[in-house]
């Protein structure tokens, strides 16, 4: 059993940064690779990005490539998701998800544990 608690959302003006981090329950951290999906109003929960289990892959979607940034510190069972050049479309509630499989495909029936979401708002 993984838990994982999201923070760091909030308002920023479009340009702007955030850090997300997803803090997990648990010993066998490292034994799940990390994903990050967000989901805005009336819409699909969207993929962003995954990191494997060490952190030495990383990938991710076409619309967050190169502004978004995955990172991971087991000895601290956290996950990060760095967010520059934000958009006014990347206003969403943000989860972290674990999945046993480091699964580049975005589906999210492929993770096991889910964090509660952090709303980020970008205004422009």
């Known amino acids: 059993q993984v838990q994982l608690v999201e923070s760091g959302g909030g308002l920023v003006q479009a340009g702007g940064s955030l850090r997300l981090s997803c803090a997990a329950s648990?010993?066998?951290?490292?034994?799940?690779?990390m994903g990050w999906f967000r989901q805005a109003p009336g819409k699909e929960r969207e993929f962003v990005g995954v990191v494997s289990w060490s952190g030495g892959s990383t990938y991710y979607a076409d619309s967050v490539k190169g502004r978004f940034t995955i990172s991971r510190d087991n000895a601290k069972n956290t996950v990060y998701l760095q967010m520059n050049s934000l958009k006014p479309e990347d206003t969403a509630v943000y989860y972290c998800?674990?999945?046993?499989?480091?699964?580049?495909?975005?589906?999210?029936?492929?993770?096991?544990?889910w964090g509660q979401g952090t709303q980020v708002t970008v205004s422009s």
């Open positions: 998800a674990a999945s046993r499989t480091f699964y580049t495909g975005g589906y999210p029936g492929k993770y096991d544990y």
């Open positions: 648990g010993r066998t951290f490292s034994s799940y690779a």
